[in-house]
């Protein structure tokens, strides 16, 4: 069976047929380091990165790029209020983030652009849209003519152009021809960063910088391009129309991944109910988290539950002792080139690692079975076949990521991202803001980290029950 994949932009399921033979290129829309992540950020990175490994698994070169958007107008104002450089808020952020994707056993991917690396190239798109009449320059800034994609505007994302709102993008929305224009450049304010462009200094729009760098690095034709529902519209809409109105014919598969909620709550900080990766930490150990972010089907929505994580911690659990046990009766040996027929039909059914997961479940209650009689040569062969199912899912626990105990040696990973946590209190009780900075120490507490304040400033200590 091919490999099969829910296309946004065709609302159906397709045969996944890659451009070239043997290789795929793939795009995903990375952070925003605004902020450390939350869990809902890493269950993205953990889908994505059990589709990277199916696709390697299935003999294709992938050339994996995952994005930073390392300017925007949400950096610039966490920077402002904390009373620090814009380039410090990004890159500290962004620090955090890939050590939680490392973490989860999220493999690296083949390159990840920065936005601000990037402005030769979108130099170049803007006036190659300026050419063909699809873009125009308005007080300092730069807009896309939506009128002027009107017949393809709204494709992705099925709407129609007569009900969309405007998009309030720039404080100069009275310059725009259309208040649905959006911004490929914004002209220099005082006191933001700015780069030198034909059309004056200023700073790319966001939808600008993932068209240039997804095609300055898969060409102006690819495969796949990913990210969460919520980009649907307007960022990957606004990509699609200033990409293509440029000539290029962009990405070939759109995929989206279902959003995780808490306690049927989308998280905000309003509500206070933001779950960060060390809030799970005094839980479950690191293999257990990336089993409870994978186990849901990846187009679904997930809502995050403490049950929820206990019945993952359970099940991965489950895995691991019949790895375990197997491997001191017959030895590690190494997983099987294969995965069983099952486990591959329902990988290629639009990544359906529900009913993969059952079939890895049904192999290890058969092991456990050959154990029990003492089968030596089934248990070898039901040994192979899970430790090769769990290594398409990050999950085997023999692995180099997992063999220490599923990531019980957590101390230096937490620690940075505790210390953004501390940073952030830090900063709310310099501004007298208490009761945040109160919120904060006691969603570490909640988490198992104890925050101790001491004349030397605050440190932590992990306490597991």
Same mark, same amino acid.
């Given at each position: 069976m091919s490999l099969r994949l829910y296309d946004t932009g065709t609302r159906s399921v397709r045969t996944f047929e890659p451009l070239e033979e043997g290789r795929v290129g793939m795009y995903v829309c990375g952070a925003t380091p605004q902020a450390s992540p939350h869990i809902g950020h890493l269950r993205s990175g953990v889908i994505y990165d059990v589709l990277l490994r199916w696709l390697r698994a299935s003999g294709y070169e992938v050339t994996f790029a995952r994005n930073v958007t390392d300017v925007d107008d949400k950096i610039i104002a966490v920077a402002a209020e904390r009373g620090v450089p814009?380039?410090?808020?990004?890159?500290?952020?962004?620090?955090?983030?890939?050590?939680g994707y490392d973490l989860l056993g999220c493999l690296p991917p083949t390159i990840e652009p920065r936005a601000t690396g990037h402005v030769p190239e979108m130099i170049v798109l803007i006036r190659r849209l300026i050419e063909n009449g699809h873009a125009y320059t308005a007080a300092g800034d730069v807009y896309f003519d939506v009128e002027s994609w009107a017949d393809h505007y709204g494709e992705l994302s099925n709407q129609r152009l007569e009900n969309m709102r405007p998009t309030g993008d720039t404080p100069n929305e009275d310059a725009k021809r259309d208040p649905r224009d959006f911004a490929l450049w914004k002209g220099a304010k005082p006191g933001e960063p700015s780069w030198e462009t034909p059309w004056g200094d200023g700073r790319p729009g966001w939808h600008l910088e993932c068209s240039a760098m997804a095609t300055k690095y898969l060409g102006p034709v690819f495969d796949i391009h990913g990210g969460g529902v919520d980009l649907i519209f307007p960022h990957h809409e606004n990509e699609i129309a200033q990409s293509r109105a440029a000539g290029d014919g962009f990405a070939r598969y759109w995929l989206h991944n279902g959003l995780l909620t808490v306690d049927g709550e989308k998280m905000s900080k309003s509500v206070g109910n933001v779950v960060l990766l060390p809030d799970l930490l005094g839980r479950a150990r690191p293999a257990e988290i990336r089993y409870y972010l994978a186990s849901a089907h990846y187009r679904s929505l997930m809502d995050y539950t403490d049950a929820a994580l206990a019945e993952a911690v359970s099940a991965y659990q489950r895995i691991e002792g019949f790895?375990?046990? &197997?491997?001191?009766?017959?030895?590690?040996?190494?997983? =099987?080139?294969?995965?069983?027929?099952?486990?591959?039909? &329902?990988?290629?059914?639009?990544?359906?690692?529900?009913? =993969?997961?059952?079939?890895?479940?049904?192999?290890?209650r058969e092991g456990n079975s050959a154990l029990a009689a003492g089968d030596e040569n089934a248990v070898r062969g039901h040994l192979a076949s899970v430790r090769a199912m769990a290594g398409v899912l990050g999950l085997d626990p023999l692995s180099e990521q997992w063999s220490q105990g599923g990531g019980d040696d957590l101390r230096p990973v937490v620690d940075a991202l505790v210390a953004v946590a501390l940073e952030q209190r830090q900063a709310a009780r310099a501004r007298k803001d208490y009761a945040s900075a109160d919120a904060i120490r006691d969603g570490l507490a909640d988490a198992g980290i104890v925050v101790e304040d001491t004349p030397h400033g605050a440190r932590w200590e992990l306490k597991r029950d």
């Open positions: 814009w380039f410090a808020v990004a890159e500290g952020n962004q620090r955090v983030f890939t050590q790895v375990t046990r &197997a491997s001191e009766v017959v030895g590690a040996g190494e997983p =099987a080139g294969s995965v069983p027929e099952a486990f591959a039909a &329902a990988m290629n059914d639009d990544l359906g690692v529900p009913q =993969a997961l059952a079939t890895l479940h049904e192999t290890v």
